[in-house]
């Protein structure tokens, strides 16, 4: 009776292994959503990554549809197999949470199908610090300038070490003099007022304040901005607030610049939504701005990049 019993067990079990075998090598569509981080404050950047699996000859359209995430500040994202990233501007003071994450994709006979997954949610920290509610406001103060002791010690010692690596450089070229055969290729650098100008060009390109994605450009052209002036001038721009900006500007033509990105500051913390057209006009006088800080000859091509924006 023993081996009977095993043979009609065997049967039994058979046809449900063929089929978790088939399972597993040919999962089901489907799609997920996860986010980098659990908690953040306003104002960071966090990573939204949604993996999906497509059904056998299906694909996804040259634009991906994604819908869950009308009501967020979108950066950008990245389109990878089975995975889209995408890079979202925390702006809310109190609660951030998607919709129902959805993602369209067109059958192999060319119709239009959804996938989709529950909304995820993250807790954004106060910046009043663990007891939000007895914290006290105060008034900002001007701006004290400071001679620190510990500073002076740090960049006579950057000093030195800079001496040091030149030494060394003027050495190791002294030796290298007399071989010919080797020859070192520098690519130099794009400077400056070329990187920013250009990064100014693909951001308005890119359409975010057409889109309604007016705290995603602004953030972005403020950073821009910031970054460019700490190249011309020397000091970390892009890590001070507004005010701190104001007080370290010594160049008059400078000065142009504060109107902007006092603006940004309010699109991104008081939610103010300029029109297009003091937009279109604070991206004019960023590339002016740019252009009247770069050396003579380099004047003509930006000229020409402002015309076309101005168009």
Not at 82 to 98: A, C, E, G, N
Request: aromatic share 8%.
């Amino acid at each position: 009776m023993r081996p009977l019993t095993l043979f009609i067990l065997s049967i039994l079990i058979w046809p449900s292994l063929l089929w978790s075998q088939d399972d597993a090598m040919n999962p089901k569509p489907g799609l997920t959503a996860s986010i980098d981080r659990n908690t953040v404050r306003v104002g960071s950047i966090v990573v939204l990554s949604i993996g999906y699996r497509l059904p056998e000859g299906a694909s996804l359209p040259a634009d991906p549809e994604i819908k869950g995430l009308e009501d967020m500040s979108v950066m950008d994202f990245q389109v990878e197999p089975d995975k889209i990233r995408i890079r979202v501007l925390i702006d809310k003071l109190d609660s951030w949470k998607t919709g129902p994450i959805s993602l369209s994709y067109l059958e192999k006979e060319g119709n239009t199908r959804t996938l989709a997954t529950d909304p995820i949610s993250l807790t954004i920290l106060s910046s009043l610090g663990e007891d939000a509610e007895e914290a006290q406001l105060k008034p900002i103060q001007g701006i004290i300038p400071t001679r620190n002791l510990i500073l002076t010690y740090l960049y006579l010692a950057a000093g030195l070490f800079g001496a040091s690596i030149i030494t060394v450089l003027a050495l190791m070229w002294w030796y290298k003099k007399g071989r010919p055969d080797e020859v070192s290729v520098i690519i130099p650098e794009d400077p400056p007022h070329v990187l920013a100008k250009r990064e100014i060009e693909e951001l308005n390109a890119r359409m975010l304040f057409e889109k309604g994605h007016f705290k995603a450009f602004y953030f972005r052209f403020s950073e821009i901005l910031r970054r460019y002036l700490e190249a011309l001038r020397g000091f970390p721009a892009a890590e001070f607030t507004t005010e701190e900006i104001a007080a370290c500007i010594r160049e008059e033509q400078d000065r142009m610049l504060l109107p902007m990105l006092q603006q940004a500051d309010l699109v991104k913390f008081a939610d103010t939504i300029p029109t297009p057209d003091r937009k279109e006009q604070e991206v004019r006088w960023a590339l002016t701005y740019i252009r009247e800080t770069v050396p003579d000859p380099e004047a003509g091509n930006l000229t020409d990049g402002l015309k076309g924006v101005a168009q």
